[in-house]
Nanobody
Framework: VQLQASGGGLVQAGGSLRLSCAGS????????MGWFRQAPGKEREFVAA????????SYADSVKGRFTISRDWSQNTVYLQMNSLKSEDTADYYC?????????????????WGRGTQVTVSS
């Protein structure tokens, strides 16, 4: 299973970005997917997760109402739409495939991780 995150970049505070996570052919559409982030000098933290069929989503309190996770099975891709970005959203963002059909904020629930994509929000 290979995951490739993309879409990061430099944006001004208040702006938007959409991250994409493309999976290899072996990526299972029956597994939940998640986004995590890690800021310099800080531990990796949960951002958002989506169930295998998209029926359930969960978000960190810090991004609720601003970020939206979605998935496109035809493209084998998971997205993270980030609006109203703040300087504290600056981090490397990682996508991950869960071990099961549903997953939450625990990194141990995720079996495969992609390389990060850097998001920098200037104030």
């Amino acid at each position: 299973v290979q995951l490739q995150a993309s879409g990061g970049g430099l944006v001004q505070a208040g702006g938007s970005l959409r991250l994409s996570c493309a999976g290899s052919r072996r990526t299972s559409s029956n597994n939940a997917m998640g986004w995590f982030r890690q800021a310099p000098g800080k531990e990796r933290e949960f951002v958002a997760a989506i169930s295998w069929n998209g029926s359930r989503t969960s978000y960190a309190d810090s991004v609720k109402g601003r970020f939206t996770i979605s998935r496109d099975w035809s493209q084998n891709t998971v997205y993270l739409q980030m609006n109203s970005l703040k300087s504290e959203d600056t981090a490397d963002y990682y996508c991950a495939q869960a071990r099961g059909s549903f997953a939450g904020s625990d990194p141990q629930q995720y079996a495969y991780w992609g390389r990060g994509t850097q998001v920098t929000v200037s104030s």
